[in-house]
């Protein structure tokens, strides 16, 4: 199956800093979604992004299809912007039977300091 | 627009016990895919249900099984728990085809 893989596994910033977080998949992809995991568990979705680039307040979000990498951007980190960042994707050329569900990468642990 | 919600929040059960966790799905998505986080790691995908049938399925044992309501809710059940199956099991809706997916805060299991 596809494999996601996410870079830095940890990083550390002061406050007002910017950071790029990276995601690579080994397969083209129908669905490529940037999720925040809170401190309770919840997966907050922050980017549906198969392709292109789009962007939302202090975050944006690229995916190079062609190259199979997915870049997440935050400008001007704020401490609640701390937390866990997954990427997760859909490949495209799946051939089991049936339906196949998002494949995670191991995450992103962001420490915003003030 | 509701979103999707799950219950309950918090379950503790003795392994060898069975459980059913419940999920509603996003107002107008008919698609419901279950997952199962272990501490530290990113989720992995159980199966997915779509028009009330199961239609894909991860890597995990048959004593993991699933329901879809007419509703598009969806119900996890895991029979003989064991403890390497304590866990944040979340759920997700989305519209059939590979959309995007909407998850719910989860039900945390612990299984002693």
């Known amino acids: 199956g596809i494999q996601v893989e996410q870079s830095p596994p940890d990083l550390i910033l002061q406050e007002g800093a910017n950071s790029t977080l990276r995601c690579n998949f080994s397969?083209?992809?129908?669905?490529l979604q940037w999720f925040h995991q809170n401190p309770w568990g919840q997966l907050i979705n922050l980017f549906y992004?198969?392709?292109g680039t789009k962007q939302n307040g202090r975050l944006s979000a690229t995916t190079v299809a062609t190259e199979r990498y997915s870049l997440l951007y935050i400008s001007s980190s704020q401490t609640t912007d701390s937390g866990v960042y997954f990427c997760a994707a859909l490949s495209a050329t799946y051939s089991g039977g049936g339906a196949d569900g998002l494949t995670f990468g191991k995450g992103t642990h962001l420490i915003i300091q003030p | 627009e509701t979103g999707v919600t799950q219950s309950p929040t918090h379950l503790i059960k003795t392994r060898g016990q069975q459980v059913t966790l419940r999920c509603s799905s996003q107002?107008?998505?008919?698609?419901v895919s279950w997952y199962q986080q272990a501490l530290g790691q990113g989720p992995q995908f159980i199966f997915q249900?779509?028009?009330?049938?199961?239609?894909g399925r991860g890597n995990f044992p048959p004593r993991f099984s699933g329901l879809q309501f007419p509703n598009y809710s969806s119900e996890l059940n895991v029979n003989a728990l064991e403890l390497d199956d304590s866990a944040l099991y979340l759920c997700?809706?989305?519209?059939?085809?590979?959309?995007?997916?909407?998850f719910g805060p989860g039900t945390r299991l612990t299984v002693t």
């Open positions: 107002s107008g998505h008919n698609t």
């Open positions: 397969d083209s992809v129908n669905n």
């Open positions: 997700a809706s989305s519209l059939a085809g590979g959309g995007e997916q909407y």
């Open positions: 249900y779509y028009r009330e049938e199961e239609n």
């Open positions: 992004i198969p392709s």
